[in-house]
């Protein structure tokens, strides 16, 4: 059982590329959320997923773009990079209706825009 | 909007100190609470949760936390700590009556632990 896995683990951009951040999960659950999170300013939230076909923003959306085709894939599209989007980003999952739990996340993706 | 708010930034004890990390939270209604750890280079884990029952919920390796309703608080514990709980400490929130909203994290404390 791999839990929640993303890729890669570090990617390094130029200013204007793109790339999609993976994340898929093995655990059949419905939610999916994507995080970054920067030095002394905890976990934001990016976008998140209440199922298959259905994705809503976050605290922090702008620059993002995600889609949610199957329960376990949700990833994270950067159209344009900046440097603003330096930052280390997590993927998580949860059961539906049930944060009793809490969250399994993956093990991060550490960004860098140069 | 809900808000957590973590007032410490940074800790720093020497082994077999007391720890407490203050964690309060702006929602009125009834809310589960989390705290998570981030151990250095790794990803986030959940180390104890309150949904309801008794306020006092004990997590892995020592750790507790208090829900004081009437402070907005869910404090977290260990009487003694070790080298090993260096790491960053955060605390989540979210309501447990309205589905399931997105976790709301606090700013984190790193805890820094020396011999």
């Known amino acids: 059982n791999a839990g929640v896995t993303q890729t890669p683990k570090f990617r390094i951009l130029k200013i204007g590329q793109s790339m999609t951040l993976q994340c898929t999960q093995d655990?059949?659950?419905?939610?999916m959320y994507w995080y970054r999170q920067d030095p002394g300013m905890g976990l934001k939230l990016i976008y998140y997923s209440v199922g298959a076909g259905i994705t809503d923003k976050g605290e922090v959306p702008n620059g993002y773009n995600v889609s949610r085709s199957t329960t376990e894939d949700f990833p994270l599209r950067l159209e344009l990079a900046a440097p603003s989007q330096t930052s280390v980003y997590f993927c998580a999952s949860s059961l539906v209706l049930d944060t009793n739990y809490g969250y399994t996340f993956g093990s991060g993706t550490r960004l860098t825009v140069v | 909007a809900q808000s957590v708010s973590q007032h410490n930034h940074h800790v720093i004890l020497s082994e077999a100190a007391s720890l407490e990390l203050g964690c309060n939270y702006s929602y009125g209604g009834t809310v589960n609470l989390f705290w998570y750890v981030q151990y250095p280079g790794q990803h986030l884990q959940l180390l104890l949760k309150y949904f309801s029952g008794d306020p006092l919920v004990k997590g892995i390796k020592g750790f507790e936390a208090e829900f004081i309703k009437s402070k907005f608080s869910f404090n977290l514990r260990k009487p003694s700590v070790q080298w090993s709980d260096t790491a960053e400490y955060f605390c989540a929130v979210n309501p447990s009556l309205t589905g399931n909203t997105p976790l709301v994290f606090g700013k984190g404390t790193r805890l820094s632990v020396i011999a």
């Open positions: 655990m059949n659950h419905n939610y």
